[in-house]
T-cell receptor, first 107, second 111 residues
Framework: KNEVEQSPQNLTAQEGEFITINCSYS?????LHWLQQHPGGGIVSLFM???GKKKHGRLIATINIQEKHSSLHITASHPRDSAVYIC?????????FGTGTSLTVIP | DTAVSQTPKYLVTQMGNDKSIKCEQN?????MYWYKQDSKKFLKIMFS???????INETVPNRFSPKSPDKAHLNLHINSLELGDSAVYFC??????????FGDGTRLSIL
């Protein structure tokens, strides 16, 4: 069983919809990362969280340490948000990655 | 430009060869990483390194070795390449535990 589980695996949304991607983890962590990988392959770090909530533009990330759960929300989704979103956690000196959520936003 | 840069972008070589992938960051970060992304797009950390500590993922074969000539560089050497080494390799850097900046990846194909 993977230390980090994401859901859904695939997500298709209409432009403008509110999107939520979930991440659950089973190890003790010092930080959780949300990454975005574009179809061209480049990876961008969106957020690093250790508690609470962070917002950047239309993106919001939350984490509940007690429940070992994080969510990534996208408001007013746009086709350019189409990408794979990856949840990763740092546990001691190791990183564990989810398998990613492939998001397609249709105009 | 400030960035993490990897070379080459594409590497095609035969089984059994030894190859290196270079990574340089000019962000002043103190920690660098190598990741492997397999054909199923699953990302896995291989190494993390700062000037004090090299942390190796125990699942990484010892044919893979990181070499850091200085804080701004972490090169990846691979000996006796195997078919299963075909993947995209990403370098990244960060300042301590802060968010990482990723290179564009090196696509390695073994014939």
């Amino acid at each position: 069983k993977n230390e980090v589980e994401q859901s859904p695996q695939n997500l298709t949304a209409q432009e403008g919809e509110f999107i939520t991607i979930n991440c659950s983890y089973s190890v003790g962590i010092s930080a959780l990362h949300w990454l975005q990988q574009h179809p061209g392959g480049g990876i961008v770090s969106l957020f690093m969280l250790s508690s609470g909530k962070k917002k950047h533009g239309r993106l919001i990330a939350t984490i509940n340490i007690q429940e070992k759960h994080s969510s990534l929300h996208i408001t007013a989704s746009h086709p350019r948000d189409s990408a794979v979103y990856i949840c990763a956690v740092r546990s001691r000196a190791q990183f564990y990655f989810g398998t990613g959520t492939s998001l397609t936003v249709i105009p | 430009d400030t960035a993490v840069s990897q070379t080459p972008k594409y590497l095609v070589t035969q089984m059994g060869n030894d190859k290196s992938i270079k990574c340089e960051q000019n962000l002043g970060h103190d920690t660098m990483y190598w990741y492997k992304q397999d054909s199923k797009k699953f990302l896995k950390i291989m190494f993390s390194y700062n000037n004090k500590e090299l942390i190796i993922n125990e699942t990484v074969p010892n044919r893979f070795s990181p070499k850091s000539p200085d804080k701004a560089h972490l090169n990846l050497h691979i000996n006796s390449l195997e078919l299963g080494d075909s993947a995209v390799y990403f370098c990244a850097s960060s300042h301590g535990p802060q968010p990482q900046h990723f290179g564009d990846g090196t696509r390695l194909s073994i014939l």
